[in-house]
Nanobody, 124 residues
Framework: QVQLVESGGGLVQAGGSLRLACVASGRTFSSAVMGWFRQAPGKEREFVAARRWDGLTTYYADSVKGRFTISRDNAKSAVYLQMNSLTPEDTAVYYC?????????????????WGQGTQVTVSS
């Protein structure tokens, strides 16, 4: 059974940083796309960042470009999201996701596995 477990969320002041981690178990995803989405209260889940297994393709949402960095450790089937210069608009539940394909896509429907989410709250 595949499980994705996120960690690293919490409460931080505006301008601060957090690092999210997600580790997959149940199978290895060394050749899949791993990414992050987020969902704020009353809003739809939105794409944040995703990275192909070999790092050749990495996409970011415009709203986080230059502030967030996605990285992977394929040996651990892990993906990380370094979030800097956080603003209250970044407050959301952040979800890790895996797409078994090899093309980086931004749609939630492309992803096969999801974590349970970790709350990130940025205070002003």
């Amino acid at each position: 059974q595949v499980q994705l477990v996120e960690s690293g969320g919490g409460l931080v002041q505006a301008g601060g940083s957090l690092r999210l981690a997600c580790v997959a178990s149940g199978r290895t995803f060394s050749s899949a796309v791993m990414g992050w989405f987020r969902q704020a209260p009353g809003k739809e889940r939105e794409f944040v960042a995703a990275r192909r297994w070999d790092g050749l393709t990495t996409y970011y949402a415009d709203s986080v470009k230059g502030r967030f960095t996605i990285s992977r450790d394929n040996a651990k089937s892990a993906v990380y999201l370094q979030m800097n210069s956080l603003t209250p608009e970044d407050t959301a539940v952040y979800y890790c996701a895996v797409d078994r394909g090899t093309i980086v896509r931004r749609s939630t429907t492309a992803y096969d596995y999801w974590g349970q989410g970790t709350q990130v709250t940025v205070s002003s």
